[in-house]
């Protein structure tokens, strides 16, 4: 399906003129990209914002941290990358700096004062795949809502746990809930209203979006939930601390095939997960992955 969504996108903007336009947020200034839709509307459009710290260095299999400000004007006109993954192709170039956001907002007029609903899609792909740039906002924006998209950390980058604080896991939800941060505290900048805010994905961005419904960790970010097909209590969205295998066996499996350390203590595990090269995590990691239940690729780790 991308490659005919990115060639219709592009048939779509072809006829029309992009020109920049500047936004300032809490942490600084954002330069999007503002396209005609008729003699007196326009959406204006920011690409790969960051809302969070790149998870790298220390950062990597640890809660996501909020990201600070910058100087200048950071150029939001390009899609960033999507977070790491194996799916073929991807949907975007990936790196492990993903944490990104994108808006497609209505321009404001001067009969148009009024604060607009936002929406907040979460893309599913098991867990281990998928990104925001794959979903385009543009027919909701043309309606009158703040659309935006987000990336969040996935396999065993976004859910590796040890069962206990040093790999808690769950990283994937934390970044969802960090974008939400973001964008409660910066969505008015866009238009958007900071109080009527909907989540909704399907496939596992639907299972995530069930899960926040429920987070006291995401109370106060949002105001709706739509769930497409998956919700918190499906087979294949959590796993239980009792679970055959558990996320403990499951990361020492990964470990094991790694040559990591696996009766040294959590520390010592995570410590060597944390300096393997990227593709052989994620390729040992796909190794392991079993079909235990309704998605035929069950990510083994949250």
């Known amino acids: 399906m991308l490659p005919t969504l990115v060639v219709l996108v592009a048939v779509s903007l072809g006829t029309t003129t992009a020109t920049d336009v500047v936004v300032t947020t809490r942490l600084g200034q954002l330069r999007g990209s503002r396209v005609s839709t008729g003699p007196s509307t ?16 220390p950062l990597r299999l640890a809660a996501t941290q909020p990201v600070g400000q910058w100087t200048g004007t950071l150029d939001a006109t390009r899609y960033g990358p999507a977070c790491p993954q194996l799916s073929h192709p991807p949907p975007a170039p990936t790196s492990e700096d993903c944490l990104t956001l994108n808006i497609i907002a209505p321009g404001s007029t001067p009969c148009n004062h009024n604060p607009l609903p936002v929406m907040v899609f979460i893309h599913g792909g098991g867990f281990w795949e998928g ?27 976004g859910f590796l746990s040890t069962q206990d604080d040093v790999s808690p896991g769950n990283y994937g939800l934390l970044d969802a809930i960090e974008s939400l941060k973001w964008i409660k505290a910066n969505i008015a900048s866009f238009g958007g209203n900071p109080s009527d805010v909907t989540i909704f994905g399907e496939s596992a961005g639907s299972i995530i979006s069930s899960h926040l419904r429920i987070s006291p960790l995401a109370r106060g970010l949002f105001q709706k939930v739509i769930m497409e097909s998956g919700f918190s209590v499906c087979k294949w969205a959590f796993i239980l601390p009792t679970a055959t295998p558990s996320p403990l066996t499951s990361a020492q499996a990964l470990a094991t095939k790694l ?44």
């Open 259 to 302: 040559g990591c350390p696996v009766n040294q203590g959590s520390g010592a595990l995570v410590t060597c997960v944390k300096n393997q090269p990227l593709d052989r995590l994620l390729n040992v990691s796909a190794s392991l992955r079993v079909s235990k239940c309704l998605e035929p690729y069950c990510c083994l780790f949250f």
């Open 131 to 157: 990104g925001g740039i794959s979903f385009n906002g543009t027919e909701l924006a043309r309606k009158g809502v703040v659309f935006v998209t987000i990336n969040y950390r996935l396999d065993v980058l």
């Open 42 to 57: 326009y959406l204006d459009t920011f690409l790969g914002v960051p809302y969070a710290k790149p998870p790298v260095g």
